[in-house]
Every structure is written in structure tokens, then in C-alpha cells.
């Protein structure tokens, strides 16, 4: 089973880049890494597969990559 885990987006922000939420979540140890896993096709955000590294994720996205759930909140 997954291991899920919350990010909690800050009050004045809508939203947080896929990109950014990898390198926070130590998914990704640096930008072009998290790159590299996007374009891979290892990313999927509420259950579809994901390619666009600035993809804007708000509340209620679900993005699934390496076996973790990311849940915003």
C-alpha cells in the first residue's frame, strides 16, 4: 500500500508547480532530477499520468510517484 502524505498549500497561494512539490517532498534531489521523473512518466496526478513539470496542483490533487501518495491540502 501507498504511504500517503499531505502538503498543505499556504494561505495566500492557489496552488504549487508538480516540479516544486517534488524537490519539497524529497522525491526529486534537485530540479532537473524531478525533471527527469515527470518526463519519464513516472508521475501521475488524480490518477493520470502527468508530463508538465509547472502543472499547477491545488487542493484535492492526488499525485502518485514511487510508491507515495501526495495529497494537497
Partial sequence: MSE???????????????????????????????KIIIEDGLVHVNGEQEFRKRKKLRKGDLIEVEGRQIEIV
Fill in 4 to 34: 500517503k502524505e499531505q502538503f498543505e498549500l499556504k494561505e495566500n497561494s492557489e496552488f504549487i508547480e508538480l516540479i516544486k512539490l517534488l524537490k519539497i517532498h524529497e522525491v526529486a534531489q534537485t530540479g532537473g532530477h524531478g
